[in-house]
């Protein structure tokens, strides 16, 4: 589909090694139907070069603030109002420094400040770059600002085989961000903040042991998706999961309850809020900095302490989004404990699914559910995954529309 049809897009291609997706991203971005006006920083010019970039752009490519022709005609301001949206990838933790600082001594720089456009950043660097304090701050203030983010994702880096959160996101997920950002004009939760969980979470018990279960993200991750496509600005908090990321939300990755709940905080103020993870519910007491030996026949106690309950912390705090959404996944009395957790959560809504029944087991594709509110109960027939996400998207949609403002 021509999602992006004549939409200009300016790339503002940075220095670091991911710049070699950004081959594959302007086909992505051209098979949407968009324009492509590159533009290199000088770093990114020892990753890629300006012959391949202009070649697959099939446009020529914008290098120089002080190039004598293109600038007799102020040509970074053109550049800047000529487009629709301008994507920086890689951005490097530095290009973030600038833009927050609103430094604009090259042409990318000058460009980004210049431009009225929607601005969409995807961060490429090394963990502990990203994780620094400063960057930290230059990612909330360029947020505050109005700067979109996508990614970057946890994997192994390129150059130096680390692993941790810093790897630039795919090209596949940065073209769905944009078709987010476009998407937004008209959606019902333009301008709105969704924070979601999903997935289950590991909780050490040595450092090759933890305590986890079956559930593998996928209602929780469509759920992210489908608020999105919606409109809404989404950061999934996910637990370790095997599926790919979804495309147009920001992802933060955690392993344990407590990461969690860290993490979902972090994102509060928020208009939305569903908690879909299967949190552990304990956790072992204390987790063994060695790995525990097996001693004859006797095996070592384990010691459970109880995890924090994301949904109910959010769910009764005062910065509680106006939309709490929890799940219930249970074997018996579905509607009676579904009630109870509504109550007792503080959630606006419970979505039950009986997974005494083989639709419902976790890990599976499709859900049987309904819909648990103080006003009644709504059945839902057995559908996909995907097909409950879309409809809970739009059922959220209309309860935040309903619900009058504090
Ligand atoms: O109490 P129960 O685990 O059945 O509640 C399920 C709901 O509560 C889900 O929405 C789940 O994401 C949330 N939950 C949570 N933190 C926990 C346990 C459950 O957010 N520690």
Request: hydrophobic share 45%; aromatic share 4%; charged share 25%.
């Amino acid at each position: 589909m021509k999602t992006l049809a004549g939409k200009r897009i300016l790339l503002v291609i940075g220095g670091g090694i991911a710049a070699y997706k950004c081959l594959d991203l302007i086909r992505r971005l051209r098979e949407r139907g968009a324009i492509v006006v590159p533009v290199m920083t000088q770093a990114a010019h020892h990753f890629v070069t300006p012959l391949s970039v202009g070649a697959l752009a099939a446009h020529r490519v914008y290098t120089d603030l002080f190039d004598r022709e293109d600038e007799q005609d102020v040509g970074h301001i053109r550049l800047a109002r000529e487009c629709d949206a301008v994507i920086v990838a890689p951005a490097s933790a530095d290009r973030m420094a600038q833009l927050s600082a609103g430094l604009a001594g090259d042409l990318p720089g000058a460009v980004l400040l210049a431009t009225r456009a929607p601005i969409l950043f995807a961060p490429a660097m090394n963990p502990a770059m990203w994780s620094h304090p400063a960057t930290r701050r230059n990612l909330q203030r360029l947020t505050e600002d109005g700067v979109h983010f996508v990614g970057p994702n946890r994997g192994e880096m390129a150059e130096s085989g680390e692993a941790g959160e810093g790897r630039m996101a795919e090209p596949l997920e940065i073209a769905g961000a944009l078709e987010a950002l476009f998407g937004a004009g008209d959606a019902p939760l333009a301008g709105r903040r969704a924070v979601v969980t999903s997935g289950p979470t590991h909780e050490p018990i040595d450092p090759v042991r933890y305590i986890a279960n079956r559930s593998s993200g996928r209602q929780g991750h469509a759920i992210a998706a489908a608020l999105a496509r919606l409109g809404a600005e989404v950061t999934l908090v996910s637990g370790p999961v095997s599926i790919p990321d979804p495309a147009g939300v920001i992802v933060v990755k955690v392993e344990t309850a407590r990461e969690m709940l860290a993490a979902v905080e972090a994102q509060l103020p928020a208009d939305i809020g569903v908690f879909v993870a299967a949190v552990a519910d304990w956790r072992a007491a204390e987790a063994h900095a060695g790995k525990l030996k097996k001693d004859g026949s006797v095996p070592p106690p384990l010691e459970l302490a109880l995890n924090p309950d994301i949904l109910a912390t959010i769910g009764k705090s005062e910065r509680r989004p106006r939309v709490v959404v929890g799940f219930a996944a249970e074997t018996d009395d579905l509607l009676a404990h579904a009630r109870g957790k509504l109550e007792r959560k503080g959630a606006d809504l419970i979505v039950a699914n009986d997974v005494s029944h083989e639709t419902g087991i976790m890990g599976g594709t499709s859900n049987t559910v309904h819909l648990v509110t103080a006003e009644g109960v709504e059945d839902w027939p057995s559908a996909t995954k995907d097909e409950v996400a879309t409809g809970l998207a739009d059922h959220i949609a209309r309860m935040l529309l309903e619900k009058p403002r504090p």
